[in-house]
T-cell receptor, first 112, second 114 residues
């Protein structure tokens, strides 16, 4: 019953460092998503992948890149981290339009 | 105008109270609607979908008014364990075979006290 697995759970980066947030789902879902959640801002979509082989920008894509490695995995990369990217990052997946998301447990990222 | 707007609260109610949350959305082409629950420092979890005819799940009742672009959630007989943030969520109309993406309201904070 793993569902959506995100790694790491916590990370501290220095400004300018790079890192990749990993996400994998074992539910055979087609669509996968990356959101960030900030106080007072709610959940905002960074990138999404409607199906394997496709990716699209969301509301706040600047400073991020993504890779849909296969149907299971969807990674989010920060090439040069900035303090404004301090946030909680959630990966999610979905099987159908009438159904909601299943979320991972989140990655708490601090950029100093 | 935000795509999905909620009263952020906080709502502080005693156990056993009935509480209602409201939400409005701006995209008239939105097709699917949900309420999520998020506990402190946890991921959001699906509470219930919202159907045009209204639907109920135990103590929870969801209503949708497409003409007014309005969604509501009613919680009856509140429990301490209902304390959480409740997120109103709307599915954008993506067209074609894409599932589109979900847009989240900022959430309404509920605290149920003894």
């Amino acid at each position: 019953n793993a569902g959506v697995t995100q790694t790491p759970k916590f990370q501290v980066l220095k400004t300018g460092q790079s890192m990749t947030l990993q996400c994998a789902q074992d539910m055979n879902h087609n669509s996968m998503y990356w959101y960030r959640q900030d106080p007072g801002m709610g959940l905002r979509l960074i990138y999404y992948s409607a199906s394997e082989g496709t990716t699209d920008k969301g509301e706040v894509p600047n400073g991020y890149n993504v890779s849909r490695l296969n149907k299971r995995e969807f990674s989010l990369r920060l090439e040069s981290a900035a303090p404004s990217q301090t946030s909680v990052y959630f990966c999610a997946s979905r099987v159908g339009q009438s159904l909601g998301y299943t979320f991972g447990s989140g990655t708490r990222l601090t950029v100093v | 105008r935000k795509e999905v707007e909620q009263d952020p609260g906080p709502f502080n109610v005693p156990e056993g109270a009935t509480v209602a949350f409201n939400c409005t959305y701006s995209n008239s082409a939105s097709q699917s609607f949900f309420w999520y629950r998020q506990d402190c420092r946890k991921e959001p979890k699906l509470l219930m979908s919202v159907y045009s005819s209204g639907n109920e799940d135990g103590r929870f009742t969801a209503q949708l008014n497409r003409a007014s672009q309005y969604i509501s959630l009613l919680i009856r007989d509140s429990k301490l364990s209902d304390s959480a943030t409740y997120l109103c969520v709307v599915n954008d109309d993506a067209g074609g075979t894409s599932y589109g993406k979900l847009t989240f309201g900022q959430g309404t904070i509920l605290t149920v006290h003894p």
